[in-house]
């Protein structure tokens, strides 16, 4: 296919999955707004799409700097840094990549809750360090089979974390806004969900609405055999009272995959030795980012050939 003539920014570093897909099709500007700002306001004007991820920021100040926006493609699912409002009050559709990166996600979810449960980095270490040779073994570890897990939000990716815990002879129960059509327990309230579970797995979008949802009152019901596992957005889960609960051991332990400050995780975080920590790789395959690519560039693709974009936000419906 011809290159074409439609300038599109990008609101982030992009993937590599995404970007030569961009740079190939279109007329690629590379964070020219945060590079180059003088630049960026010459051809601002030309701008007809955005490409970003799930941790671009694209407020609505950057969109009425482009007046003849009509796009923004977000590579991954969540887009809680884009100003959907200022973007739908403009006429601007907005995009992002659901479904393709559901079983990595659920995946991460349950290795991290039985990585939590039975200290995996932490035996590993255990073995390397010599200390099985000189100590003996270690201490006694959690038992996930059978145990009761609680899911904060029950989208695609809740209910995929659902069905594999049922593998493990788990009993399933979740909290939403409303109750879903799945054949698991809802339980509207989120501190009544974690007093009930042995682990709580948080799956639910980020943003303004879930901020801090798990807090300090969340943690006390979770309590001191529960685990924690956050495979949402960092904001989701207020850190401080989190490391808190884990220092004074209100909770056992717990499985983070997002922080509220990616990439810096607080050293108090890291010193605690029953948490497993990862660098936000809940769809870190290459399978699922060159699905994620090939959707978000897809999407791209549609709208400017006039065709109804294939995975619009649930705003822009």
């Known amino acids: 296919m011809p ?69 923004i493609s977000v590579f991954g699912v969540g887009y809680d840094g884009v100003d959907v409002a200022a973007a739908r009050a403009k ?17 991460l979810a349950i290795g991290l809750m039985l990585s939590a449960a039975r200290q995996l980095p932490q035996a590993d270490r255990y073995v390397r360090e010599g200390r099985w040779a ?11 089979s059978g145990a009761k897990l609680g899911i904060v939000g029950m989208g695609r990716i809740g209910q995929a974390i659902a069905q594999r815990a049922l593998a493990f002879n788990m009993s399933v129960a979740y909290t939403t806004r409303s109750p879903k ?13 974690a007093r009930q579970s042995d682990y709580l797995i948080v799956i639910t979008p980020g ?5 801090h949802l798990i807090n300090a009152e969340v943690l006390a019901a979770l309590g001191p055999e529960g685990i924690l596992v956050n495979v949402a957005r960092g904001s989701v889960v207020d850190e401080a009272a989190l490391i808190d609960a884990l220092e004074r051991k209100v909770i056992a332990g717990a499985g983070l995959d997002v922080f509220q400050n990616e990439p810096h995780v607080p050293e108090a975080l890291r010193a605690v030795p029953h948490v497993v920590l990862a660098p936000h790789i809940g769809s870190a395959t290459s ?16 709208h400017f050939e006039g065709r109804p974009v294939i995975t619009p936000v649930p705003e822009c419906q």
């Open 181 to 193: 059509s799945v054949p698991f327990t809802h339980v509207p309230n989120v501190v009544d969900l």
């Open 134 to 144: 000189e100590i003996g073994p270690m201490p006694l570890a959690r038992k996930v």
């Open 207 to 211: 943003g303004a609405a879930t901020r």
């Open 91 to 107: 006429g601007v559709m907005v995009t992002h990549t659901p479904n393709v990166l559901n079983d990595d996600v659920a995946d």
């Open 287 to 302: 399978q699922t980012r060159k699905a994620m690519g090939d959707l978000a560039f897809a999407n791209l693709q549609a």
């Open 3 to 71: 290159k074409s003539d439609i300038h599109v920014l990008s609101a982030i570093k992009l993937s590599p999955f995404y970007e030569p897909l961009v740079r190939e099709q279109f007329i690629f500007h590379d964070r020219l707004h945060e590079t180059d700002p003088k630049a960026f306001a010459a051809i601002a004007p030309q701008i007809r799409g955005i490409a970003g991820s799930g941790e671009s920021k694209v407020s609505g100040e950057l969109i009425a700097q482009c007046p003849n926006l009509e796009i």
